[in-house]
Every structure is written in structure tokens, then in C-alpha cells.
């Protein structure tokens, strides 16, 4: 595009009898250089919002500077629908909820107790799933509000280790756990087993493994907040499917064409932006340019 725009000026710069310092070619250019990055630039600004927002692994200093992103608290309006002020940069109103959910989130990451976030997190689960945002939320929330019980049946099975130098064979052995504890979030049975340290096979039930049903190797709560998992390598391509926006995704061992509520390696795509797109992984948001 620039080779072309720059062609064209000089063609027609031959036709004109060139000032004598050569000034008024240098301004026309300079114009139309300006004019390009008046075009250029609030394109890049609509991609770079939300990949700023959502990013993909999140880091101690992208907690700051998103939480800086989010710091005007949505207000809604007298019925309690957000109104188009509620949602920073412009975005969508239907984006509202993961906008919540992505302070939340920071939240986690930046050390709060989960006595100061699992009530909120609670209520991603409550609402009917009637979009692929709502549906996806209340899946990526019952992964820390199972990660904030793992921490409450730790603390059952470290009392246990101090009082008997072991962890129990079963949590049965611990007694009657609280109710709150007795279902993992998606009312499966907790997966346990005491296990023996890799290379000590003798010293037995000195180490276990917990997790809800349908994640047995969630990590825990400290451990997910350390190390967040790497970004998917995809090449992303916009499609179309019956007249409606998809996406081309490229793995290294899968290709799919997608719209939102599909899924692919495990991530949940919930809504395709401009030169953007919002996915949902196991246990965080975060958004992909293309």
C-alpha cells in the first residue's frame, strides 16, 4: 500500500515543475503519512484494548496494568442492565460479565484470601448459562471455587498428618467433612489418594493428590497463581459459517473452524472481535489477535 501511494506522488511530481527547495513535495508526502497513521492507528487501538485486558498469561506487572484498564467500576443502570458506560474501551456490552470476572480474577493473582473472592466467584455459577460468556464463566469459576475448597480440605489433611505422621487412605478417615465440602463445584466426588514421594516408594501416604472429579490434576491454589500455563501457538483465520463470523484455528495437530461456544483444545471461543477474538480456558479468559 505504501509502495503504491508513494509511486503515484512521484509520477505525478513529474508533471509539475519542482519548487526550488523541493518543500511543497515534502509536505504533500508528510500529509499523506499522516493521513495513513490516522487510518493505522485506531484499527491497532481496538485490537490492543482487549489482548491488554485478557492477556494470556498474565504476569505480576500486567496485574497492575490492567487492574488501571479496569478501574472505572461498571455503575449499570436503574434496572441493573449495564449501559454503554459500564464496559471500558468501547467494548461490547454483552462483554460486561467477563470484564467482572477479569477483576476478580486479578484479584486472585495479586494474593487475596479466598474468604475475599470465593462469594463473588460463587455467583458466576448462579446465572443461567444462556450464552457462550455466561455458560463458559461459570465453568472457569467452578475451578477456583474448587481450588478455595482444595485449600479448606488441606487444612483438614495437614491436622490429620501432624496428629498420625501420614496422610489418611481416604478422606473418609478425616470424619464428617463440613457440608460445603462434601461435592467438589460440579457435584462430582473429590478424587484422593495418599501417595508416596517419587523414589520412596516405602513412605507411604507422606504425600496426595486431590482434585474435583472432572479436573483430577487441577493444580492448587498457590501453585496456579505461580506458574500460568503457556499461550496456545494457533494461526488464527476469520471465517464465515452460513453467513455468520468464525475462525480458522491451526494446531499443530488439529484444525477447526469455529464459532462462539465451539472449542478447541480445550479453550472455549466466546466472542470474535475486531482482529480479535475472547477465549475461555480451563481457568482464565483471555483474548487472541489475528
Known amino acids: 500500500m505504501n509502495t503504491g501511494f508513494t509511486h503515484d506522488v512521484i509520477a505525478k511530481s513529474k508533471k509539475r515543475k519542482p519548487a526550488a527547495s523541493g518543500a511543497p513535495f515534502r509536505v504533500r508526502q508528510a500529509a499523506g503519512a499522516v493521513a495513513l497513521l490516522v487510518l493505522v492507528l485506531p484499527l491497532s487501538a481496538r485490537a490492543a484494548a482487549p489482548l491488554e485486558i485478557w492477556p494470556a498469561v498474565p504476569a505480576a506487572g500486567d496485574v497492575e496494568q490492567v487492574s488501571r484498564l479496569l478501574s472505572q467500576p461498571p455503575t449499570g443502570s436503574r434496572d441493573g442492565r449495564p449501559t454503554s458506560g459500564d464496559v471500558p474501551n468501547e467494548l461490547p456490552r454483552q462483554l460486561l460479565p467477563a470484564v467482572s470476572f477479569q477483576k476478580l480474577f486479578l484479584k486472585i493473582l495479586a494474593g487475596a484470601k479466598p474468604s ?21 464463566l461459570g465453568e472457569v469459576a467452578r475451578a477456583w471455587i474448587a481450588r478455595a475448597q482444595m485449600e479448606e480440605i488441606d487444612a483438614l489433611l495437614r491436622g490429620y498428618y501432624r496428629r498420625n505422621v501420614r496422610f489418611p487412605a481416604t478422606l473418609a478417615e478425616l470424619g464428617q467433612l463440613p457440608t460445603s465440602l462434601h461435592k467438589d ?106
Open 116 to 136: 475475599d473472592w470465593r462469594t463473588e466467584m460463587e455467583a458466576f455459577c448462579d446465572p443461567p448459562a444462556d450464552s457462550p460468556i455466561t455458560a463458559a
Open 185 to 290: 463445584p460440579w457435584g462430582g466426588t473429590w478424587r484422593y489418594s495418599a501417595i508416596a514421594p517419587q523414589g520412596f516408594s516405602k513412605l507411604a501416604g507422606q504425600r496426595y493428590q486431590l482434585g474435583p472429579a472432572c479436573l483430577p490434576k487441577l493444580a492448587p491454589l498457590s501453585e496456579a497463581i505461580r506458574s500460568r500455563p503457556p499461550p496456545h501457538g494457533w494461526i488464527i483465520t476469520p471465517r464465515e459459517v452460513n453467513g455468520k463470523p468464525a475462525l480458522e484455528f491451526r494446531a499443530t495437530k488439529v484444525t477447526a473452524v469455529i464459532q462462539p461456544g465451539g472449542s478447541i483444545e480445550g479453550c472455549v471461543l466466546l466472542f470474535i472481535g475486531d482482529r480479535w477474538a475472547l477465549m475461555a480456558g480451563p481457568d482464565q479468559l483471555f483474548a487472541v489477535g489475528f
